[in-house]
């Protein structure tokens, strides 16, 4: 089974601010998407930037076949959340932006205002594969590419651009900290006995503070000698696939023509030992690859070719 994450890149329908100019563009931004799921035929997709139910209810019309799909309830600002697609059914299990107890909100901005919880909900589910019960959560963390007052995209000042750039690391801190009280209700305990996976956009690399927050007890990465050795972190433990990915694939985005990988997949004990490949685009080998266009700033500049600007993120598992 192919296991996923994929941030579509504000999938709307034609017609508002944010989606497509016109319904040409919007016919070419679904076969994009289109091809590319059916290329890669997962079993289960998490989504990020799901506009409007309505447009992805379009895709999946667009790929053909029977879906299950659940989105969160729980939009940010313009309208985007995160969701599942699944061949299998699927079972909601959470559906949160709560901060968890202790983490008090974060400033947001210079007026002092505070954000008391994830920017957009995250969604766990539960379905049940030919291996047993799968749990997955979604997450879509705050963004690295920083907006200012009066919706610009570029600061006044250095001190603006330091400030601002502040207030996104310390909430999605805080988001990766909720993440990971979520993933804590999914491993139930042990994950050693239990198929989890933490998919999303985490808006930042490997190493970055803000996506080990979710991993949980440190040691036994990938590709170390520790890796095949058992320890009691296992039972909290996530794993970041990232090491399995090729390294001439190892990025999700590319910001200001620099591959960065800041779409990922963390998985629990008993799952990151059956996974047999891991991969980005819509495939292995050379026609996998996506063309990904080069973003700044701006993201409101981008007219994508591929129909996102990031690439997918997938695991096979055995």
Known sequence: MLLGTWNLENLYRPGGPFGPKDKAAYEAK????ATVVTALDPGVLGVQEVGEPEAL???LETVG???????SALPDGRGIRVGVISRTPLEVLADTRAFPPKVRPVQSDDSGAVSDGAGRGFL???????AGPLRVAVAHLKSKLLSYPGDRFFPRDEGERARYGAYALHRRAAEATALRALADVLLAGDGRARDVAV????????QAA??????GPPGSEIGTPGFETPDKGDAARLWDVAPLIPADRRHSRI?????????????SHRL??????AGTGSGPGPEGALRLPSVGADPAAHHSESGSDHAPVWVRID
């Open 255 to 267: 910001n200001a023509g620099r591959r960065e990988l800041i779409d990922h997949i963390l998985t």
């Open 124 to 130: 766990a589910v539960e379905t049940v594969t030919e």
């Open 272 to 277: 990151v030992h059956r996974l047999t490949e």
């Open 57 to 59: 209810a379009d895709l």
């Open 65 to 71: 076949g029977t879906w299950h799909v659940a989105l």
């Open 199 to 206: 998919v999303g956009d985490l808006n930042d690399e490997v």
């Open 210 to 215: 803000t996506t080990q927050i979710p991993l």
């Open 30 to 33: 679904l076969a994009a998407l």
